[in-house]
């Protein structure tokens, strides 16, 4: 790297560093009694940075309504790491599939796609009547916003193999099942792990979604719960937790991206 | 059909009356009129000629990539029905498998082709060394400059031990002196190695430079308008592009291709 792009690296590293400063000071700012003896925005609407630290304290010694905040954390990982694996293990196999096969798109491309745009919460309603309030709604609810994001960019990235790629392969001798496993599915990876990380931003989304209703337990519940009791301390850590669990998901999915598809979108 | 005479040699690869025609009825693209050549063993032959004149839709169909419309493609004899590993291909750039390590890469024909995982590496020990990679064996192709790119996709054709390879504008990507260095190597390579090649280049001076046989084509729809067999292919001395027989030829194909390279401008502007 030219050291003009690593000065501009460190200054953009600055530059997250010192907005992340500033949001955290605005809400010392806000929520701390320093004029006057009152915070600007009352503790019933923004908690200061303190009370919530202590409320995620008694959270996890105490817990929420019985359940420690493990518990709930465990409960929506759960959830989330269910219906994630279900997702994976079936759309990936049947993307592919359908990148390698006209007819097998054929059939299988119209309900994806017309399904696709649908938001999936809309369902919801109805997955409960089917399947109660239980952990089969929420799992199946966001398999169903996974499966087309994951099944379509598997597809899309088999299609998009060079067609030269495979025509070494071909004239190197390899027969159509070497030629999947040692280079249409490896040159699908970094399309597959793409669809990876847009799909854990939406699961997320979709996991929070599902807890917000008819549940007892969850990360979002909890939040839900004590939005009833005006407990807004315990609100903020449950949105905090969230937005942490999001975080760390998609570090790890772009860790194991960086390790597994290190050669991703170069070409050679 | 005709089994081939036992007295007269068959030659390695030849293309009898083939004609490819690309699409159908209106938009159809006549790529190929009647072509005719044979590939000798051993023989280094160039073909050169305007861009769009067919010259990679010869080297597809003697690969098996693409079947003519009319006319034959044989490899000894027989009719080519598909890409056979007999018949190694090198392409421009962006062939190659950039997941795999360089020895990957070069193991990946006798591996397909049931060798055992130890004597594949072995193999391709051999051809990396051979185009002097031996101490790049262990890296991917995106960390490697484009020649060395290309070293590594004729290595990997050349660890099958193919009878004839087949290269499709290798070294176009390449800045000058890169080339040329690649083509002293390559040069070596053939002397060493003898295959059949079958060499596609915008380059008339590569062309004169490696090749046993030099095939000028026309614009499109392609025919083949003269051929020439230059010997320089035999020297081993990189000075042999400045004698006055080099600059002559270099002349003369400079002349014919000037000419269809203005045909084919002309059909590019009425489209």
Redo the contacts between chains.
């Keep these: 790297m030219s050291s003009a792009a690593q000065a501009a690296l460190r200054r953009s590293r600055w530059l997250n560093a010192g907005s992340f400063l500033a949001l955290l000071a605005a809400w010392f700012l806000l929520t701390l009694p320093l004029v006057g003896g009152k915070p600007l925005v009352p503790p019933l609407f923004l908690p200061s940075p303190f009370a919530v630290a202590d409320t995620f304290a008694t959270l996890l010694k105490n817990g929420y309504q019985g359940k420690t905040l493990l518990h709930h954390i465990g409960i929506s990982l759960f959830r989330f790491g269910v219906a994630f694996a279900i997702s994976l293990v079936t759309a990936v196999p049947l993307g592919l599939w359908m990148g390698m096969n006209e007819s097998v798109k054929a059939v299988l491309d119209p309900p994806i796609e017309i399904t696709r745009p649908m938001p999936k919460l809309a369902l919801l309603p109805l997955l409960i009547i089917w399947f109660g309030i239980g952990e089969v709604s929420k799992i199946v609810i966001i398999v169903l916003a996974l499966f087309p994001i994951l099944s379509i960019s598997a597809m899309q990235a088999v299609r998009a193999v060079?067609t030269?790629?495979i025509?070494?392969?071909?004239?190197?001798?390899?027969?159509r099942r070497?030629i999947f496993r040692?280079?249409i599915f490896?040159?699908s990876?970094p399309g597959i792990f793409t669809g990876i990380r847009v799909s854990i931003g939406l699961g997320v989304t979709m996991l929070v979604g599902a807890e917000l209703i008819a549940t007892t337990a969850g990360i979002a519940f909890m939040a839900m719960s004590a939005s009833d009791f005006l407990l807004t301390n315990v609100v903020i850590v449950g949105v905090l937790v969230m937005a942490v669990i999001g975080y760390a998901l998609d570090l790890v999915a772009r860790a194991l991206e960086n390790r597994i598809?290190?050669?991703g979108g170069?070409?050679? | 059909m005709t089994t081939p005479d036992p007295v007269a040699p068959v030659a390695k690869a030849s293309f009898e009356a083939v004609t490819k025609r690309f699409g159908s009825g209106d938009d159809a693209v006549q790529a190929l009129e009647p072509v005719t050549l044979e590939l000798a063993a051993n023989a280094f032959v160039c073909l050169v000629g305007p861009s769009g004149c067919g010259k990679s839709t010869l080297l597809n169909l003697l690969?098996?990539?693409e079947t003519p419309t009319s006319g034959r493609v044989l490899m000894e004899g027989r009719p080519v029905t598909?890409?056979?590993?007999k018949?190694?291909?090198v392409?421009q750039?962006?062939?190659?498998?950039?997941?795999?390590s360089v020895e990957e890469n070069v193991a990946?024909?006798p591996t397909?082709?049931g060798k055992p995982a130890a004597e594949a590496a072995r193999i391709a020990a051999h051809y990396v060394e051979m185009v002097g990679l031996g101490s790049f064996a262990r890296r991917?192709?995106?960390e490697?400059s484009g020649g060395m790119?290309q070293r590594v996709?004729i290595a990997?054709?050349l660890a099958?031990d193919p009878e004839i390879l087949?290269m499709d504008e290798p070294f176009a990507a390449l800045d000058a002196q890169t080339r040329e260095l690649l083509q002293e190597q390559i040069k070596r390579i053939w002397q060493e190695t003898r295959k059949t090649v079958l060499w596609i280049t915008h380059s008339i001076e590569e062309a004169l430079f490696l090749a046993t046989e030099v095939v000028v084509m026309t614009a499109r729809p392609g025919r083949i308008k003269a051929r020439y067999a230059p010997t320089f292919a035999q020297s081993r001395d990189p000075a042999v592009v400045t004698s006055p027989e080099f600059v002559r030829m270099k002349a003369e194909i400079f002349g014919l291709l000037r000419e269809e390279a203005l045909t084919a401008q002309r059909q590019e502007e009425e489209r």
Excluded: C, I
């Design positions: 060079g030269r790629k025509q070494a392969a071909l004239a190197l001798g390899a027969s070497t040692r280079v490896p040159a990876l598809v290190h050669w170069k070409e050679g | 690969a098996g990539f598909g890409p056979d590993p018949r190694g291909v392409f750039q962006g062939a190659l498998f950039t997941w795999m990946f024909g397909a082709r991917y192709p995106y490697l790119q996709g990997r054709a099958n087949l």
